[in-house]
T-cell receptor, first 114, second 110 residues
Framework: EAQVTQNPRYLITVTGKKLTVTCSQN?????MSWYRQDPGLGLRQIYY???????DKGDVPEGYKVSRKEKRNFPLILESPSPNQTSLYFC?????????????FGNGTRLTVT | GESVGLHLPTLSVQEGDNSIINCAYS??????FIWYKQESGKGPQFIID?????DKRQGQRVTVLLNKTVKHLSLQIAATQPGDSAVYFC?????????FGKGTRLSVIA
């Protein structure tokens, strides 16, 4: 089954404790992206990757890192999480991130930072 | 399930009626538009897309209309069913990345 898989689904952590949210897609998509979703603000892009070893900042990159060492994986790293990073996070992928190529989303990771 | 938006516009529709969800987009240069559906506890799911050289596109029970003059996009759902209850987002694209609207919550009354 074609899918984007995120882990974990739920994560509660404390301020400053490094964490990684994994994302994997099995559709051989070049383009991958991370979003956060907050009430009243909608989906905002954190980082995206057009292909292996190519990453770019989105609208809200501060406090996050990503890597794209392999085509299928795009982990999101929070080196020192803070409470304002409490949010619902989505990973997404598409064939090439261009025209006529809709995003496929994972089912989300609910992160709480205390 | 997770809350995707506490203050979203809400549309309540009787089961079996048609639903129309509207979206105003911001960039007159946008050339590709997508509608997504997000159910509670899930990620957004692609419904239908349309290019800027079209003004209408139909899928199964859904139709998207594009009015470039007023920068307006609408999603029409025919014979709305309880399973259509969700938050619906439009998204526009000029170059990557997509820009998402904040969404409309559709509630279907049985």
């Amino acid at each position: 089954e074609a899918q984007v898989t995120q882990n974990p689904r739920y994560l509660i952590t404390v301020t400053g404790k490094k964490l990684t949210v994994t994302c994997s897609q099995n559709m051989n998509h070049e383009y991958m992206s991370w979003y956060r979703q907050d009430p009243g603000l909608g989906l905002r892009q954190i980082y995206y990757s057009m292909n292996v070893e190519v990453t770019d900042k989105g609208d809200v990159p501060e406090g996050y890192k990503v890597s794209r060492k392999e085509k299928r994986n795009f982990p999101l790293i929070l080196e020192s999480p803070s409470p304002n990073q409490t949010s619902l996070y989505f990973c997404a992928s598409s064939r090439r991130g261009q025209f006529n190529s809709p995003l496929h989303f994972g089912n989300g990771t609910r992160l709480t930072v205390t | 399930g997770e809350s995707v938006g506490l203050h979203l516009p809400t549309l309540s529709v009787q089961e079996g009626d048609n639903s129309i969800i509207n979206c105003a987009y911001s960039n007159s240069a946008s050339d590709y538009f997508i509608w997504y559906k997000q159910e509670s506890g899930k990620g957004p799911q692609f419904i239908i897309d349309i290019r800027s050289n079209m003004d209408k596109r139909q899928g199964q029970r859904v139709t998207v209309l594009l009015n470039k003059t007023v920068k307006h996009l609408s999603l029409q759902i025919a014979a709305t069913q309880p399973g259509d209850s969700a938050v619906y987002f439009c998204a526009e694209m000029v170059n990557t990345p997509l820009v998402f609207g904040k969404g409309t919550r559709l509630s279907v009354i049985a």
